[in-house]
Nanobody
Framework: QVQLVESGGGLVQAGGSLRLSCAAS????????MGWFRQAPEKVREIVAA????????YYTDSVKGRFTISRDNAKNTVYLQMNSLKAEDTAVYYC???????????????????WGQGIQVTVSS
């Protein structure tokens, strides 16, 4: 059974940094897309970044380009989201997700993801 467990969230001042981790277990994740999503109160869930586990292809939403970096550690079965220069508008619950049918690409539509973590709060104070 696939499990995704997020860690690393918390409270940080604007301009600060956090690193989110997503520990994945339950199977091998070759050719999966791994995504980070976020959802703020009264807003829809949006893609933040995604990475193809096997070829490393990445995607970033425009608002985080140049500030966030997604990466994976195959040996640890863990996906990371390094978040720098954080802004108040980055405040949200962040979710890790896995799409088992991504193939060579990365997936940006949350409806295509099969597995989800429980979510972790990131709060950026201004």
């Amino acid at each position: 059974q696939v499990q995704l467990v997020e860690s690393g969230g918390g409270l940080v001042q604007a301009g600060g940094s956090l690193r989110l981790s997503c520990a994945a277990s339950g199977r091998t994740f070759s050719w999966f897309a791994m995504g980070w999503f976020r959802q703020a109160p009264e807003k829809v869930r949006e893609i933040v970044a995604a990475i193809n586990w096997s070829n490393g292809h990445t995607y970033y939403t425009d608002s985080v380009k140049g500030r966030f970096t997604i990466s994976r550690d195959n040996a640890k079965n863990t996906v990371y989201l390094q978040m720098n220069s954080l802004k108040a508008e980055d405040t949200a619950v962040y979710y890790c997700a896995a799409d088992r049918t991504a193939g060579w690409g990365v997936t940006t539509n949350h409806l295509e993801y099969d597995y989800w973590g429980q979510g972790i709060q990131v709060t950026v104070s201004s």
